[in-house]
T-cell receptor, first 117, second 118 residues
Framework: GAVVSQHPSWVICKSGTSVKIECRSL??????MFWYRQFPKQSLMLMAT?????????EQGVEKDKFLINHASLTLSTLTVTSAHPEDSSFYIC?????????????FGQGTRLTVV | AQSVTQPDIHITVSEGASLELRCNYS??????LFWYVQSPGQGLQLLLK??????LVQGIKGFEAEFKRSQSSFNLRKPSVHWSDAAEYFC????????????????FGTGTQLKVEL
């Protein structure tokens, strides 16, 4: 069945470095992917909508220069946390839907736990 | 490992009828529990959440859910469905373990697509 693969599942990085998270749709094409962030004891927050071949649409309050999104192909979107700081530590998860199926199901990646030290 | 099961992939109800979407979870400790709704082309919207306290949780849009520890369930209910409720609904479980900033892991169910007949 359709699967969304997110990599890495966890990462620890030093403050000031950048981290790239990949989200792949393994056997379907997705023109749109969603990136979410979860703060401790909070629900998910939609960060941005990633659009293949065009700029991502960021939610209010999300720094686009901080969280770079690239959706270069129909099966891959990447989220790069630039110049990471400890407050960027969080759980990030992506979601994609098969574009060829009207009203098709959405699938989630496994999530990435980022810890910035 | 935590897991979530939504046994119903598709559900069709008539407008005005009552609705119950099932969610069962597996988690070793007290979980966070969430219900989200996703309309076509939109991101997830939080309907309600349970962390502790009263096991009957009220959410937005007239939805409620009841946490039943003995059944490991967190079913979503609405007494009268509106056509605008047609969407995909996701149940999620998160850990309550202490986290100093790394975030807690959320696990989603596979979703239930709700169709509303007029």
């Amino acid at each position: 069945g359709a699967v969304v693969s997110q990599h890495p599942s966890w990462v620890i990085c030093k403050s000031g470095t950048s981290v790239k998270i990949e989200c792949r749709s393994l056997d379907f094409q997705a023109t749109t992917m969603f990136w979410y962030r979860q703060f401790p004891k909070q629900s998910l927050m939609l960060m941005a909508t990633s659009n293949e071949g065009s700029k991502a649409t960021y939610e209010q309050g999300v720094e686009k220069d901080k969280f770079l999104i690239n959706h270069a192909s129909l099966t891959l979107s990447t989220l790069t946390v630039t110049s990471a700081h400890p407050e960027d530590s969080s759980f990030y998860i992506c979601s994609a839907r098969d574009q060829l199926i009207v009203g098709g199901k959405a699938f989630f990646g496994q999530g990435t736990r980022l810890t910035v030290v | 490992a935590q897991s979530v099961t939504q046994p119903d992939i598709h559900i069709t109800v008539s407008e005005g009828a009552s609705l119950e979407l099932r969610c069962n979870y597996s988690y070793g400790a007290t979980p966070y529990l969430f219900w989200y709704v996703q309309s076509p082309g939109q991101g997830l919207q939080l309907l309600l959440k349970y962390f502790s306290g009263d096991t009957l949780v009220q959410g937005i849009k007239g939805f409620e859910a009841e946490f039943k520890r003995s059944q490991s369930s967190f079913n979503l209910r609405k007494p009268s469905v509106h056509w605008s409720d047609a969407a995909e609904y996701f149940c999620a479980v998160g850990s309550l373990s202490a986290s100093t900033g790394g975030g807690n892991k959320l696990t989603f169910g596979t979703g239930t697509q709700l169709k509303v007949e007029l």
